[in-house]
Every structure is written in structure tokens, then in C-alpha cells.
């Protein structure tokens, strides 16, 4: 049964530049396969994978879920929601793992935008056996949201109930760091764009919006309590 989130799949039109943009961010890929259409980058408690698709916007396109009895290659997870899930032992994210250096930056959450949170709760939480650690409703925050946590990552849901949307999709990544002081400094030293440090909508957390070599998906910087 899946438990932890092995690695974010990402599609970009172009690798070579979606690969340069997040060196700047996240530092060098431990793989780099321009053969292969795709990189890959090694955190501290998950990884991305970044591929390449010669149609569409870049975009968060699946995530791929560690799971008892599943195979080294991962493989599609079907589901009602339409969602790109899939499952893997693990093994080739602990491979690189070994020799990847410790990074500044590591996932704190990613979002998923829902039309239904009952079907999530139903896939993550009773058919994956992902811990629901909170569900609750804040309008000014866009609806019900749900956070399932897992492998010390959040993929936090919200469903912004009849007036939200549609269908299902991966939106966002939120980075967490220790010091969000010293990193905004670092990242802005290498040309990333930030906006100003401000408190985040939990107490005592500290955030920044990611502006710049985040491929246009919507990134934010966290500093938890």
C-alpha cells in the first residue's frame, strides 16, 4: 500500500532550459538525461522529475507514490479523479539519494486543486492509506481543504466547493527551508526572483513567493514555526 511520496512528475516543453532554470533554484540534478527527456532532482524527503512534452505549458503533471509489491518501474496507479499516480518499490530514488548532496530546500506541501474531497479522501486516505492528518473549511483560504501527510511531505486538497473547479489537477509546490533569511539571500544572489519575506497563514511561519526559474508553476517558500 503506498505510503510515501517518492518523486513529483513535472512536464516542460523544453528540458534544456526547464533543467537550467531549476539548477539555479534547486542546485545541479543528480541525473540529466537529454536522451531520455528528463532530469531529476534528489530532496531531502522526496525528488522531481522533470520531463519533457513538446505540447502544453509547464506544469506539476503526477506523482509517483512508494507501495508494497510494486516494481522498481513505476506504474500507472488507475483512479476515478483522472489523476497521473503511479507506484514504485523506491529503489532507484534511493539509489540517487546515496549520492546527492544535502540540499537547502525540501517539499513542504503540494497542491492539488479537487471538484470533489470526498473522492480524495476516498483514494488517498482509504484506498492508499494515506494519513489525513486535518480536514477543514476556511473560505478565505479557497474552500475545504484536506492535508494528507506522508514520508514527512504534505499533498494538502482544496476544494473550493460549487464555485471552484471542475476537475483535478496538481497546482503547486511549497519549498520549506530552515532559514528562510539566509536562503532568500542565497536565491536572490543567484538570480532568483522573490517576493519580500511576510508571515504565512499558519502562526509563526515565515514565507516568500518564488518569481522567477520555478517553471511557471506556482512556488512558495516556507520557514515553519
Given at each position: 500500500?503506498?505510503?510515501?511520496?517518492?518523486?513529483?512528475?513535472?512536464?516542460?516543453?523544453?528540458?534544456?532550459?526547464?533543467?537550467?532554470?531549476?539548477?539555479?533554484?534547486?542546485?545541479?540534478?543528480?541525473?540529466?538525461?537529454?536522451?531520455?527527456?528528463?532530469?531529476?532532482?534528489?530532496?531531502?524527503?522526496?525528488?522531481?522529475?522533470?520531463?519533457?512534452?513538446?505540447?502544453?505549458?509547464?506544469?506539476?503533471?503526477?506523482?509517483?507514490?512508494?507501495?508494497?509489491?510494486?516494481?522498481?518501474?513505476?506504474?500507472?496507479?488507475?483512479?476515478?479523479?483522472?489523476?497521473?499516480?503511479?507506484?514504485?518499490?523506491?529503489?532507484?530514488?534511493?539509489?540517487?539519494?546515496?549520492?546527492?548532496?544535502?540540499?537547502?530546500?525540501?517539499?513542504?506541501?503540494?497542491?492539488?486543486?479537487?471538484?470533489?474531497?470526498?473522492?480524495?479522501?476516498?483514494?488517498?486516505?482509504?484506498?492508499?492509506?494515506?494519513?489525513?492528518?486535518?480536514?477543514?473549511?476556511?473560505?478565505r483560504w479557497g474552500g475545504r481543504?484536506?492535508?494528507?501527510?506522508?514520508?514527512?511531505?504534505?499533498?494538502?486538497?482544496?476544494?473550493?466547493?460549487?464555485?471552484?473547479?471542475?476537475?483535478?489537477?496538481?497546482?503547486?509546490?511549497?519549498?520549506?527551508?530552515?532559514?528562510?533569511?539566509?536562503?532568500?539571500?542565497?536565491?536572490?544572489?543567484?538570480?532568483?526572483?522573490?517576493?519580500?519575506?511576510?508571515?504565512?497563514?499558519?502562526?509563526?511561519?515565515?514565507?516568500?513567493?518564488?518569481?522567477?526559474?520555478?517553471?511557471?508553476?506556482?512556488?512558495?517558500?516556507?520557514?515553519?514555526?
Open positions: 500500500m503506498p505510503q510515501v511520496f517518492d518523486r513529483i512528475l513535472v512536464t516542460v516543453p523544453d528540458l534544456a532550459v526547464a533543467a537550467a532554470a531549476y539548477s539555479k533554484l534547486l542546485g545541479a540534478p543528480e541525473r540529466n538525461d537529454p536522451v531520455a527527456g528528463c532530469a531529476t532532482w534528489v530532496l531531502a524527503n522526496t525528488a522531481i522529475e522533470v520531463s519533457q512534452r513538446v505540447d502544453g505549458a509547464p506544469a506539476v503533471s503526477g506523482l509517483v507514490l512508494t507501495g508494497d509489491g510494486a516494481g522498481e518501474q513505476a506504474a500507472p496507479l488507475a483512479n476515478p479523479l483522472g489523476l497521473d499516480l503511479r507506484t514504485c518499490d523506491g529503489s532507484a530514488m534511493t539509489t540517487l539519494r546515496k549520492a546527492a548532496p544535502e540540499r537547502q530546500l525540501r517539499i513542504d506541501h503540494l497542491v492539488l486543486r479537487t471538484a470533489d474531497a470526498d473522492a480524495c479522501i476516498a483514494l488517498f486516505g482509504d484506498q492508499l492509506g494515506i494519513r489525513l492528518a486535518l480536514d477543514k473549511t476556511v473560505p481543504m484536506l492535508f494528507f501527510r506522508g514520508g514527512k511531505m504534505t499533498l494538502e486538497v482544496i476544494d473550493a466547493g460549487a464555485d471552484g473547479e471542475s476537475r483535478n489537477y496538481f497546482w503547486g509546490i511549497a519549498y520549506q527551508c530552515d532559514d528562510i533569511d539566509s536562503v532568500v539571500a542565497d536565491l536572490t544572489g543567484r538570480g532568483v526572483v522573490l517576493s519580500g519575506v511576510r508571515e504565512g497563514r499558519k502562526p509563526g511561519t515565515r514565507v516568500a513567493t518564488i518569481k522567477s526559474h520555478c517553471l511557471e508553476i506556482p512556488s512558495l517558500l516556507i520557514q515553519q514555526a
